[in-house]
T-cell receptor
């Protein structure tokens, strides 16, 4: 199993550009999430999905869109990049285990917006 | 929503000593408390977790305790080694399956 994979590893965007961060998992997990990590702020939830076709907002959703057309893939779209979106982005997946959900993280995408 | 506070933000210990990191949470409905270790430039990795029906859990040199009444939980690392140096995050899950809230992290340095 590859686990959770993310592409690209690094990306530089200019303000106003759009792009999609890719996330895929091969563990047949129902649940997937996107987090951003900024210095001194831990990880903050952007969007999450509880299954194909079902998504919801997390703590910091503004400026980002998601969709979940398959169980395996959960792309994150930046509509019009802003310098405030400079961050490291992590995708995570999990499955139900008796009501608890251990999350497995991808390797991350480091995004810089100039 | 849930609020998780984590202390200290940095911690230096001598190799072989113990390290303790403490977290408090606000939502009494939270029932799952994982701890993650993140090495520089790497992804967070789960090292131990505790569920709300348990007061303590141990895995070799790592232990976690939970006090539901006081709404706090702690990570204890004994006999620290240089490879324990990393950033550690606590988290709490409450208010629905994916509402996992993370603490702000503790940078642990183990001095040889």
């Amino acid at each position: 199993n590859a686990g959770v994979t993310q592409t690209p590893k690094f990306q530089v965007l200019k303000t106003g550009q759009s792009m999609t961060l890719q996330c895929a998992q091969d563990m047949n997990h129902e649940y997937m999430s996107w987090y951003r990590q900024d210095p001194g702020m831990g990880l903050r939830l952007i969007h999450y999905s509880v299954g194909a076709g079902i998504t919801d907002q997390g703590e910091v959703p503004n400026g980002y869109n998601v969709s979940r057309s398959t169980t395996e893939d959960f792309p994150l779209r930046l509509l019009s990049a802003a310098p405030s979106q400079t961050s490291v982005y992590f995708c995570a997946s999990s499955n139900r285990d008796g009501g608890y959900y251990e999350q497995y993280f991808g390797p991350g995408t480091r995004l810089t917006v100039t | 929503g849930e609020n998780v506070e984590q202390h200290p933000s940095t911690l230096s210990v001598q190799e072989g000593d113990s390290a303790v990191i403490k977290c408090t949470y606000s939502d009494s409905a939270s029932n799952y408390f994982p701890w993650y270790k993140q090495e520089l430039g790497k992804r967070p990795q789960l090292i131990i977790d505790i569920r709300s029906n348990v007061g303590e859990k141990k895995d070799q040199r790592i232990a976690v305790t939970l006090n539901k009444t006081a709404k706090h939980f702690s990570l204890h690392i004994t006999e620290t080694q240089p490879e324990d140096s990393a950033v550690y995050f606590c988290a709490a899950r409450g208010g629905g399956y994916q509402k996992v809230t993370f603490g702000t992290g503790t940078k642990l340095q183990v001095i040889p």
